[in-house]
């Protein structure tokens, strides 16, 4: 049996954050300052949507995959960077809902809800590389009560204004993949430094920087799954494989974006005496993009489906990932050229658009990555 309706409550979801942000959040993104991404934080904070996921019982919303999808859509297409900050947010949470004990979701889970609520960011990737995880060089060594950290993770999201950092660190130098383990460090730790803030070419309102961690002390306790073997590697793969299915949802916001101002801008704009939605070249265009984001949005649906379901979802969310992110760049650009000179002008939405869409072919593994994924399961 299938089912691709949504229920009245996730309606109501979309209507809220629709609203929200064509008030609070698309009037300000394009230009926005510091002051401004200040004020949009604060509004999702109030409808406590910088961690949807987060269960009910540490005060969060308690959404499924699907919903938070759904949410991500809709701020993607008001400010891909606004989404960019709650994705990583919610990556950095999932390894502590799927294996924290008690102590860790009560610590750390309500420091993202709430009106006070705050990002918080997850760091893997290493100056020396991100898709080989043999090369990880932050080494975190064992102690009698905790571990010492000590490395460097670069291009991370929300470096600087992050509550916590989920850490993805090796114990064993010799066996690095097998002895991998995630850590949740505190933002005021002593030991961690932001180093770098980085100018990037999208996704503008989202931080992205280098950290650094010099004899971080990390107590027993804000270890995920403690010292159990081979736990950190299964666990950062199923997090990752979250992490896709939203980068995903994201990818299907920006295309949205693209096609709706595309689309308006080709209803208005004469050529010949009609609007140039009434050339069938640019009409035809139009159809491919829409029926991309459907295609799109449907496979993440699918992959955040199967994440609600706690069925097998690792190549479903790859899949998700590659095609939403490949369709987002072609839509974008196809936007870019229906609106003729003024879709390479700075300050233009589509000219944004098309930045930010650059960057989701890297996140959460290149794309290439994601083909290793599938092949590997076929
Ligand atoms: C804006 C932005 C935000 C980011 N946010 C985060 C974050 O919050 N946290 C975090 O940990 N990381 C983050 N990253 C890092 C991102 O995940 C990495 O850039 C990505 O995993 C690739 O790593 P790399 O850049 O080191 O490239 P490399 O791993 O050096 O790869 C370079 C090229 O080689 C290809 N390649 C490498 N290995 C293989 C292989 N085995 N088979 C085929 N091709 C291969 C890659 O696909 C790529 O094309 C972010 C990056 C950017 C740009």
Redesign the pocket.
């Known amino acids: 049996m299938m089912d691709f309706s949504l229920t009245k409550e996730q309606q109501e979801l979309i209507s809220s954050v629709k609203n929200m942000a064509s008030k609070e959040i698309t009037p300000f993104a394009l230009q926005a300052g510091e002051t401004e991404k200040k004020k949009m934080l604060k509004s999702l904070a109030r409808m406590n949507l910088l961690c949807p996921t987060v269960p009910k019982e540490f005060g969060g919303l308690g959404l499924g995959l699907v919903s938070s999808a759904l949410v991500v859509e809709e701020l993607a297409a008001a400010s891909p960077g606004l989404a960019?900050i709650v994705a990583?947010t919610l990556?950095a949470a999932e390894p502590i809902i799927l294996a924290g004990n008690d102590q860790q979701k009560n610590e750390f889970l309500p420091l993202l809800t709430g009106r006070e609520a705050g990002a918080a960011?997850?760091?893997?990737?290493?100056p020396?590389?991100?898709?080989?995880l043999n090369i990880i060089s932050t080494y975190a060594t064992a102690e009698q009560t905790g571990y010492l950290l000590n490395g460097c993770?670069?291009?991370?999201?929300?470096?600087g204004i992050a509550r916590f950092i989920t850490v993805?660190a090796a114990t064993d130098m010799l066996n690095k993949k097998a002895s991998l383990r995630i850590f949740l460090i505190p933002g005021h730790a002593a030991g961690l430094k932001t180093e770098e803030i980085?100018q990037?070419s999208?996704?503008n309102l989202?931080p992205?920087g280098r950290v650094k961690f010099v004899d971080v002390g990390i107590r027993d306790q804000y270890v995920i799954k403690s010292r159990e073997a081979g736990s950190g590697y299964l666990l950062l793969t199923q997090t990752f494989d979250v992490g896709r299915a939203l980068v995903s949802a994201l990818a299907v916001g920006i295309a949205r974006a693209a096609l709706e101002h595309a689309l308006h801008f080709a209803e208005n704009r004469l050529q010949s005496g009609i609007p140039i939605k009434k050339h069938q070249a640019v009409a035809f265009t139009l159809a491919d993009m829409a029926t991309k984001i459907e295609m799109a949005r449907l496979m993440t649906w699918k992959a955040c489906w199967l994440i609600d379901q706690g069925e097998d979802y690792s190549v479903a969310s790859a899949m998700a990932k590659l095609v939403s992110s490949t369709v987002a760049q072609q839509v974008t650009c196809a936007a870019a050229d229906i609106l003729g000179a003024r879709g390479y002008l700075q300050g233009n939405l589509i000219e944004q658009l098309v930045r930010d869409a650059r960057?989701l072919s890297?996140?959460?593994?290149?794309?290439?990555?994601q083909?290793?994924v599938i092949s590997s399961q076929l």
């Open positions: 960019a990583a990556h960011a997850f760091a893997l990737t290493e020396e590389g991100g898709s080989d993770k670069d291009y991370v999201i929300n470096a993805v980085y990037t999208g996704i989202a992205v960057v890297t996140i959460e593994g290149t794309n290439h990555i083909r290793l």
